[in-house]
DNA sequence: GCTATTTCGTCATGCCGATTTACAAATTAG
DNA sequence: CTAATTTGTAAATCGGCATGACGAAATAGC
């Protein structure tokens, strides 16, 4: 008989909701919902043995799901057993829809995805958006979200909530970006220039792309740290399925951790940040590059090609990535460590040196370190099943706005 | 209107408990009684109003906990006020108590406390264990454990578990020491050697140490890191008032964060690790005296009487804890830092040039770093109050058991 | 001092949600 | 064709809190 460990717990399946009859009935709904999203269609029955409750009252939770238009009926299941077979149900390909949309520095992209996490309509339009305003930006994002909006509406869809991936820090009301460098944009209220009536939640890029790792990823596990680079170095530390974001929502600053404590000094205030030896700007210098645009495709293009300067960049930065995140797994011993969005590509030139720099400092079984297969897509992805996660999460907040 | 944030949420109260009527049940005898430890002694209609129930709802479960012995009927309230002067509940006195043990590298020590916190029976035993076997020590603190036991029985208290704090990995099956190099043991099941018929638990000192701080530090936030050097130096890390443990139930060991990559070897294989400038050993050498009992005292002492070597390796100590804790703040984003167990006591000459080092390092408001209030005393009586905790956290688990 | 007012604790009642029990429907096994 | 098995639903029950009413015990005002 063992007393309780005290430690964090996961945020789980509604778990935030109120702690009465209404909240229980509300997470039992999202328990049913979520049981029929990951074992593909079930009966009444099954679902009841799976999450523990009995048949009626999974009966009356899916005849409200149903109601509802979050749940379809798909009709008698072809049974090779005895017994009466069981009426299939699946969540429904035309109820509540998430909007993912994402800011980049050279693209805007928005996507449409259902409660059963197939993308269903998506809008991508090419052009830097580097130091311009917010207002003609969000402008041409909002005719987008309206054209993907349209397409998912033709589908019999209809949108839940909108979550836009911004390249910046965002502040914890989820609305306002705080600083974006390589937008040049700073304290925006995105909430006054999207469309209206749509409930919307903006985050940092990094976090959805972990997000996304953690939702779509094959045997993401629930501890584990996401890495990108996109705006600067981050990391999200993802804890027990959850996000860690700190209590001012900057956790995660893997660019700024040391490497070198008399390195060369960093805007941040400190000296030899990791940024200093893996930030884009510091890999193109050792390589001996200009700045310019699409500069990751350009580093993985010499790469490939054989480009000594380059790879030799590429793998001093992998050590230096090796070193820091020996800090990072010491404190926080994830199952394994992620590379992903514009990471990605990169991989193969860095993955080597970074793994032997975390192999060599590690005395017993090594933290794992993997790369995204969602590749630059993870943020969009993750934003939109952000959405749908908030629903499945507690279906009876949406219910009826259909 | 904003759609929810994803993160990693709080334990809370019982939030461990099933999801059904009954576990609601005991969530709200956790929640009466988790408002009167908190909040003194409080009449059933103030009780009902603070945890937002019904004062019929909250006369039934204060039944129940009367009647398990939990609270006590103190007796009408002396009101200044108009109206029926409520009848005061407190949290009892003469109910469970929370045995917390502490196996030191040179002593024993045992505590008993009650719901209301208070430490009622204590015992202590001076004497080195560094290298003795586990079957005669755990002998000598079976037997400490027996007389507080005693000692609190004789008060009306009845044991409701036992925690025992060792300087060591343990194992996450809260049994199991794992490793522990101070005192020479290695996968120890604790379990088979202490008093059975209580409920045990088995932890780190510095986990201990940390929950302390949580629970009984003043105005501890939620999210801290909680540095400790007893064991090479760990620390904890506090995420919305629980542990974070990691996969394995590694995390927080800072000792072994690289602060500079080509420093001297570690025996973690790693190179320059935050141990080999400010672990104990390193201290003593870069301060020029040897090992030997009481090594923290000693450094203390001489420190104070201005030895200008000593006070040198604790200023560099210093330097490098802000290297090292610049790279976890950056992750992890804490409210604070908060400097627990023995290195309380070297402090004064540690702080400034770790905070120095960390401001350097920190561009905008710098992690305010302070020292734990609780001195030496914070692993054995986080202990302790870890099992108060599991019963205010779940009071029908101990009801009727006395 | 007496009454009105206020607040407290408790009871009877009702509601909500899940369980239990029973039963008709739909299938396979023999 | 019957027995056995499984499904889905309806009726009754139970557990738990809310609601509303009431007596009890204090203060406030006359």
Same mark, same amino acid.
């Given at each position: 008989m063992t007393a309780p460990l005290h430690e964090a717990r996961p945020s789980g399946p %509604?778990?935030?909701?109120?702690?009465?009859q209404q909240g229980m009935r509300r997470r039992n709904l999202a328990r049913v919902l979520h049981a029929l999203r990951a074992e593909g269609p079930l009966s009444r029955a099954a679902v009841a043995s799976r999450i523990g409750l009995t048949r009626a009252a999974v009966s009356t939770l899916v005849d409200e799901l149903i109601r509802s238009g979050l749940?379809?009926?798909? %009709?008698?299941e072809r049974p090779g057993r005895v017994g009466r077979p069981g009426s299939a149900l699946a969540v429904s390909g035309r109820g509540p829809a998430g909007i993912g949309a994402e800011v980049g520095v050279d693209h805007l992209a928005v996507c449409a995805v259902d409660l059963r996490g197939t993308t269903r309509a998506r809008a991508i339009r090419q052009g830097a958006n580097r130091d311009r305003s917010p207002e003609p930006v969000l402008a041409e994002l909002t005719e987008l979200i309206r054209q993907v909006v349209a397409e998912a509406e033709g589908e019999g869809l209809w949108p839940a909530g909108l979550a836009v991936a911004v390249p910046g820090l965002v502040a914890r009301d989820a609305r306002t970006v705080v600083r974006a460098p390589n937008l040049g944009w700073h304290d925006t209220d995105l909430g006054t220039l999207l469309p209206a009536g749509l409930p919307l939640t903006v985050d940092n890029e990094a976090n959805f792309g972990a997000l996304a790792e953690l939702w779509?990823?094959?045997?993401?596990?629930?501890?584990f740290l996401h890495v990108s680079a996109e705006i600067g170095i981050g990391a999200a530390v993802v804890v027990d399925g959850g996000l860690l974001r700190g209590t001012r929502g900057f956790a995660g600053e893997l660019g700024h951790v040391p490497v070198r404590p008399d390195g060369p000094e960093c805007p941040c205030g400190g000296?030899?940040?990791l940024e200093q030896y893996a930030g884009e700007e510091a890999v193109l210098r050792a390589a001996g590059l200009e700045p310019g645009e699409d500069r990751v495709g350009l580093l993985a293009g010499r790469a490939a090609q054989g480009d000594e300067n380059v790879r030799r960049a590429l793998r001093d930065a992998g050590t230096a990535f090796g070193v820091a995140l020996t800090g990072a797994v010491n404190l926080l011993d994830p199952e394994s460590v992620v590379l992903g969005g514009e990471l990605s590509g990169l991989a193969?030139?860095?993955l080597p040196s970074l793994r032997d720099e975390l192999a060599r400092r590690t005395a017993g079984p090594v933290c794992p370190v993997s790369v995204s297969g969602?590749?630059?897509e993870g943020p969009l992805l993750g934003a939109a099943h952000s959405v749908v996660r908030a629903v499945l999460d507690d279906p009876a907040a949406v219910a009826g706005q259909a």
């Open positions: %509604g778990r935030a909701l109120p702690d009465t749940l379809e009926e798909l %009709g008698p779509l990823g094959e045997d993401t596990p629930r501890d000296r030899g940040c193969p030139w860095l969602l590749g630059p």
